[in-house]
Structures are given as structure tokens and as C-alpha cells.
């Protein structure tokens, strides 16, 4: 059974293949050619414990668009918001459903879906990672430099969920990651350590210019995540906002990326976001293609 939970788990030819059948499925939809239906006939849960645009509207035009039925489950509405056990849940979900996309709260949550569903789990955000975004995120750097291998990319701000994702990432396909983190926000020290253990480039910058050097690609993200407390946020991550001097920083033909939601004048100032390097729309809209090629290898007929 074929779970998508975290990048770490797959090596670099599985990770390519899924974007070029997502970059394939993209240039069939959009030339209007019979769209594949790997899905057809099956039934795909989606679990929400937190909110959501991107992952909840891609996900469910995705699974459409596969031949399959998406099934929207609000976390709040269903037992385990009132203390059904994960484990439980998952037991009986496999009973029904053909497949399930999660975003929870706690990392643990997604573990114990995973380790007792007999369908394939799919990692939709957890409080530590975010790979179907990492996985449109990278298409996004295919749209626009034709590689990833090699790339210099730039994480500036918190190290929370996404940037775990671009570390592991980094670690398997094989790009540099440069991380400009305050002090006392930076990335979990373990994944660190297994993505240089890996031979990952990955370097810590106290200075956002200086990690922005000749990047190719600069990308942050909202510093305060879901489930996070404001406290000192904003005064700690404030010198390390993605502004015009960080671009100018950046390759000449470097882009911008952030995952949205984004909060303009705070992680990115709005000339950046809405300028010509940011390729936020269409990194947006590669969650759809992205996500596509999950789903099929997940739960398509020849997973
Ligand atoms: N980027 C992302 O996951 O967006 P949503 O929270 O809107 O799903
Ligand atoms: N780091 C953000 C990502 C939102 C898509 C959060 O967890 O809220």
C-alpha cells in the first residue's frame, strides 16, 4: 500500500516521476484531451481538523477529475471531535473509503491514521510537514528554470512545517537550501541532521541577504502557522522579510514563492508578492496537477 506522508520517504526517481505525470496530466487538461481516470469508481475521504482554500478545493476538483467521489469531512463534525480514537477512525474509514488526504493538527495524528488504515493516507499539512505543497512548489521550479537538481533555493522566516517539507526535499532531490531563521525559530535539529547525513546541502544564515545571495529561488511563508501562539513573532521574524532588497540579492531571473495565505507587508512585502519574479498563482495552481499525480499514485488503479 502506497501512503504520500512525508518526502523523506521516497527516493529521487519516485519524486520525479510523480512531477512528470502531473506536468503531463496538466498538458492534457489544459489541451482539452480526454482526462485519464485512475480514480474512477473510487471514493476519497478528506479529513480537515484546520482550515483550508488551496488543499480543500484542489484536492476535491483533483479527485474529481480523476473519475473519483471526494468525500469533504469536517474534523469537528465527525466522532473524533468528541474523542473517537484516530485508530478507530481509521479502521472503519478503510471499510468505506478507498483512500484518505488528512490536515491535522499534531504530526501524530496522520501516524496513527497511517498505521491503522488498509487504504492509502495522504499528508494534507500536519503541525511538522507539508509535502503535497513542496511537491507543487518544486513543479513550480520546473515551470521556471527547467531543473531542480542543482538549484540554490532560499528559505526565509520561520522553520516550521514547510520549511521541514524543502529540507527533505532538498535531501532527495538534491538542491542547496539555504534557511535564514531567527534565532530560536530554526527547523527541528533532527531533520537537519538526517538530510546532511544524506549529503544535503544545508546551510543555516542568521543574515536573509546573505542567504539570498545568487539564489535561485526565494520562498517564506506566514510567521504565525496555524496553531501558533503570536508571543514575539513578528518582532523576531521582522528582519527577515522577503522585500525588494532580497530579491535584488537573488539570481537575476530569481523567483518568489510562497504557499499562501500570505499576509503582504509583513513575511513578504507586497512589491515582491505581487512583482514580476513571484510565481505564487501558478505555484497555487500547481497543487491541483501536483496532487493529481499523488492521488494516481496512491490510489490509481496501478498503485
Ligand atoms: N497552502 C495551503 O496549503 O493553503 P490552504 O491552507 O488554503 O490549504
Ligand atoms: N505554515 C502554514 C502553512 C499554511 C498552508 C501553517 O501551518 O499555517
Known amino acids: 500500500m502506497r501512503h504520500f506522508l512525508d518526502l523523506k ?13 502531473g506536468l503531463a496530466m496538466r498538458k492534457a487538461l489544459k489541451s482539452g484531451e480526454q482526462h485519464a481516470q485512475p480514480l474512477a469508481g473510487k471514493h476519497i475521504g478528506m479529513i480537515f481538523e484546520k482550515q483550508s482554500t488551496r488543499t480543500r478545493v484542489s484536492f476535491e476538483v483533483g479527485i474529481s477529475q480523476l473519475g473519483g467521489t471526494p468525500i469533504v469531512l469536517s474534523a469537528s463534525d465527525m466522532q473524533i471531535g468528541r474523542g473517537e480514537s484516530i485508530s ?3 479502521k472503519v474509514l478503510s471499510g468505506y473509503l478507498d483512500g484518505i488526504m488528512i490536515r491535522c493538527l499534531s504530526h501524530n495524528t496522520l501516524m496513527g491514521l497511517s498505521d491503522n488504515a488498509s487504504i492509502p493516507v495522504i499528508n494534507g499539512l500536519t503541525d511538522t510537514s507539508h509535502p503535497c505543497q513542496v511537491m507543487a512548489d518544486m513543479m513550480t521550479m520546473l515551470d521556471a528554470h527547467g531543473v531542480i537538481e542543482g538549484q540554490i533555493v532560499c528559505w526565509a522566516g520561520d522553520g516550521n512545517n514547510m520549511a521541514v517539507s524543502w529540507i527533505e526535499a532538498a535531501a532527495v532531490m538534491g538542491f542547496e537550501l539555504r534557511l535564514a531563521c531567527p534565532s530560536g525559530y530554526e527547523p527541528p535539529a533532527d531533520i537537519i541532521a538526517w538530510a546532511r547525513d544524506k549529503g544535503a546541502s544545508i546551510i543555516l544564515h542568521d543574515d536573509v541577504l546573505e542567504a539570498a545571495k545568487d539564489a535561485h529561488v526565494i520562498v517564506t511563508d506566514v510567521w504565525i502557522s496555524m496553531g501558533d501562539e503570536e508571543g514575539t513573532r513578528v518582532q523576531d521574524m521582522t528582519p527577515f522579510q522577503v522585500n525588494d532588497d532580497v530579491m535584488s540579492a537573488a539570481a537575476p531571473d530569481a523567483i518568489f514563492m510562497h504557499c499562501l495565505p500570505a499576509i503582504r507587508d509583513m513575511e513578504v512585502t507586497a512589491s515582491v508578492i505581487d512583482g514580476n519574479q513571484s510565481m505564487v498563482w501558478q505555484e497555487a495552481e500547481n497543487r491541483l496537477h501536483a496532487q493529481k499525480a499523488i492521488l494516481a499514485y496512491c490510489c490509481g488503479e496501478k498503485a
Do not use: R, S, V, Y
Open 9 to 21: 520517504d521516497f527516493t529521487k526517481d519516485a519524486l520525479e516521476a510523480m512531477l512528470q505525470d
Open 88 to 90: 478507530d477512525t481509521a
